[in-house]
């Protein structure tokens, strides 16, 4: 059974920084793309970046470029999101994403899920 198991979200006052963790289980995932999108209320779900399993290539959404660094933790299938200078149109629901391949960016491409995070900015 494959699971993404997503922790760190919470409240932060804007120009913090929070780290949110995606520990993955159930299968390999060598072949796969990682990655973090975000919801709003009212909104829809959206990229926010993304990390090639096996190399480590990354690719960011321009709302996050700069601001926000994903990494992995190949021995313990866990992926990381470094988020800096945090502002209150941050506040979203995060998930941890997963695609066979080497792309991630629509979200109806998802194979995995995680059951997301909150991550609130106050202003």
């Known amino acids: 059974q494959v699971q993404l198991v997503e922790s760190g979200g919470g409240l932060v006052q804007a120009g913090g920084s929070l780290r949110l963790s995606c520990a993955a289980s159930?299968?390999?995932?060598?072949?796969?793309?990682m990655g973090w999108f975000r919801q709003a209320p009212g909104k829809e779900r959206e990229f926010v970046g993304s990390?090639?399993?096996?190399?480590?290539?990354?690719y960011y959404a321009d709302s996050v470029k700069g601001r926000f660094t994903i990494s992995r933790d190949n021995a313990k299938n866990t992926i990381f999101l470094q988020m800096n200078s945090l502002k209150p149109e941050d506040t979203a629901n995060y998930y941890c994403?997963?695609?066979?391949?080497?792309?991630?960016?629509?979200?109806?491409?998802?194979?995995?899920w995680g059951q997301g995070t909150q991550v609130t900015v106050s202003s």
């Open positions: 994403a997963a695609e066979y391949g080497s792309t991630l960016y629509d979200p109806s491409g998802v194979d995995y």
């Open positions: 159930g299968r390999t995932f060598s072949r796969f793309t």
């Open positions: 990390i090639t399993w096996s190399v480590g290539i990354t």
